[in-house]
């Protein structure tokens, strides 16, 4: 299936060494993306934010139809502009929580109340639960592009930040890329939203644990560095 063929492909870059000690490179050194691939908190963010931006696509490239099905095709269209309206108010929100978050847990936040949203979406049969699910995930609409770059300039050297952006960004693509074919697929199997939904939950939920279980050796690195 799509997703099976979604995490063949995100688990590739996981056949490079995940053991041993991770090298902290000097600040003013060179790194290779090879010496990238051998670094476990690299690797397992870009799973982590591949799998997140798989379920949040795959969500939003089907959601109008999905809508549809319950509402007429205007209120449909108003849904998701109440999405991408809630977006802007989503960014505010997470520059304030910030301030006083750890940036994985901001992360792991975002990935919880959009699962839950997703949820919701697939399975609500409501006007006012599934107005209220399109307005929490659009909460959560943009948070990926945002906390990428925030967690990187926490977590990496200067030298490594500019590919791990870059190529974590590269395998956001891809992951988007197959989303909507993939929940297409599901759909077709299942004849319903309620599966292809919840298991693009599901995804988010497994990059949330790999956030949350990679979180305290990024903590002892940050202890190395000070």
Request: positive net charge; proline residues 4%.
């Amino acid at each position: 299936t799509a997703f099976a063929a979604l995490a063949l492909a995100l688990a590739i870059p996981l056949l490079a060494p995940l053991c041993g000690k991770i090298a902290v490179p000097q600040a003013g050194a060179r790194v290779s993306y090879t010496a990238l691939l051998s670094n476990p908190r690299y690797l397992w963010l870009g799973l982590a934010f591949s799998l997140f931006v798989f379920g949040q696509i795959g969500a939003a490239s089907h959601l109008l139809t999905r809508m549809a099905l319950v509402f007429d095709p205007q209120e449909a269209a108003f849904l998701m502009s109440l999405v991408l309206a809630c977006g802007m108010a989503g960014r505010w929100l997470m520059a304030w929580a910030l301030g006083w978050l750890d940036c994985r847990l901001a992360v792991a936040l975002s990935f919880l109340i959009q699962a839950g949203a997703i949820v919701a979406m697939g399975i609500g049969q409501s006007h006012l639960i599934l107005m209220l699910a399109c307005a929490v995930y659009g909460l959560t609409i943009g948070n990926s592009i945002l906390l990428l770059p925030i967690i990187a300039h926490k977590e990496f050297l200067p030298s490594e930040r500019g590919k791990v952006i870059a190529s974590v960004s590269s395998s956001n693509q891809l992951a988007l890329s197959l989303a909507p074919f993939g929940v297409a697929f599901v759909f077709e199997l299942t004849r319903g939203y309620s599966v292809p939904f919840i298991a693009l939950a599901l995804l988010q939920m497994v990059g949330l644990a790999i956030v949350m279980w990679s979180w305290k050796g990024t903590r002892g690195l940050d202890e190395v560095r000070s």
